[in-house]
């Protein structure tokens, strides 16, 4: 599935040159909900092997993403050894990642399982800015202290996105956070949205330098408009959200093969695939910027 969003998405970026087009690709995986060796999630769902294939199609893609970035819930209790079997398994990829929290994780734990990840903070929400060029990547912790399904921006935080922004105006800025800022139209799920979301809709409105907003948490690709900017959330690695539950039935999820989101940034435009993996780990589909930069390129000779 190929959709077509406005600007860009993630950073820290290498380019890939196709004629005059400097492509910028990079990987997005979100909610892998890591246990431990041999403890299925909901008796059934093998995330450790299912993040493995999603890594396999992320190192297979060509060019190679510039890095990836890890939308949250990255261990489904927050435990130490949860943390110490998702390293092990991200020390597979052949790319930089860089992580963010969901509510499904613990701070402290998380912490101390990626001591070589300077840029998380030493105390508090861990919430950070990758100086890059050309794109820069601000990462927002929207998870709550008593890791509730809903997240939370408080005001400590949404003054720090604001600070963070107006440091650099003029380069174009990803935002990447766990919970949508914005309602799926999936009551249980919407029954629990962000809080905070107004006040960081009016900062974004404010910042035209926030080409894009990625997120997770609700284990489905969902879009909306946030402050003129263009907010996306992507499929899990592992179960997804069934979305024919409706009206009073319990939040209900299935298994689907492994989902990994490749943002190609050409400069001026944007292209979004979400890349499912078959049975054996192998991309259903392979992530092709020279193909679609050849699409971009006859659409303007139209």
């Known amino acids: 599935m190929v959709r077509w969003v406005k600007d860009v998405l993630c950073a820290t970026l290498v380019a890939h040159r196709s004629g005059t087009l400097a492509i910028v690709l990079v990987a997005q995986i979100t909610d ?3 246990r431990r060796k041999g403890d299925l999630l909901h008796h059934m769902i093998r995330t450790g092997r299912d993040l493995r294939r999603a890594i396999a199609v992320v190192n297979a893609a060509s060019p190679l993403p510039a890095f990836v970035v890890a939308t949250g819930d ?10 110490k079997r998702l390293r092990k398994i991200l020390g597979d990829l052949r790319v ?8 499904h994780d613990a701070r402290d734990a998380f912490r101390d399982a990626f001591p070589e990840h300077a840029y998380l903070p030493a105390k508090g929400p861990l919430c950070y800015a ?3 060029r050309p794109v820069r990547l601000v990462a927002l912790d929207t998870t709550r202290r008593d890791r509730a399904p809903g997240g939370e921006l408080d005001a400590a935080q949404l003054a720090w996105l604001d600070t963070t922004l107006r440091i650099a105006p003029a380069t174009a800025t990803i935002v990447a956070m766990h ?8 009551a249980p799920v919407d029954s629990h949205l962000l809080r905070g979301r107004e006040d960081f809709e009016r900062i974004i409105a404010v910042h035209p330098q926030v080409v894009r907003i990625v997120c997770g948490h609700v284990h489905r690709y969902f879009e909306a408009t946030i402050g003129g900017t263009t907010a996306v959330s992507v499929p899990s690695t592992a179960h997804q959200l069934v979305l024919e539950a409706g009206d009073g039935i319990p939040y209900t999820v299935r298994v ?6 490749f943002h190609r ?20 589909c392979a992530p092709s910027p020279e193909r679609e930069t050849q699409a971009e390129r006859a659409g303007r000779a139209r």
Not at 74 to 83: F, H, I, T
Not at 265 to 284: A, S
């Open 256 to 261: 689907e093969p492994p989902a990994v989101a």
């Open 265 to 284: 940034w050409t400069g001026r435009t944007i292209v979004t695939e979400i890349v499912r993996t078959d049975d054996n780990g192998r991309p259903t």
């Open 32 to 34: 892998t909900h890591i």
């Open 96 to 103: 930089p990642v860089y992580l963010v929290p969901g509510n």
């Open 74 to 83: 990255l261990a489904d209790r927050g435990k130490p050894k949860e943390y």
């Open 179 to 186: 919970h949508p800022p914005f309602a799926i139209g999936v």
């Open 130 to 132: 990758v100086e890059s």
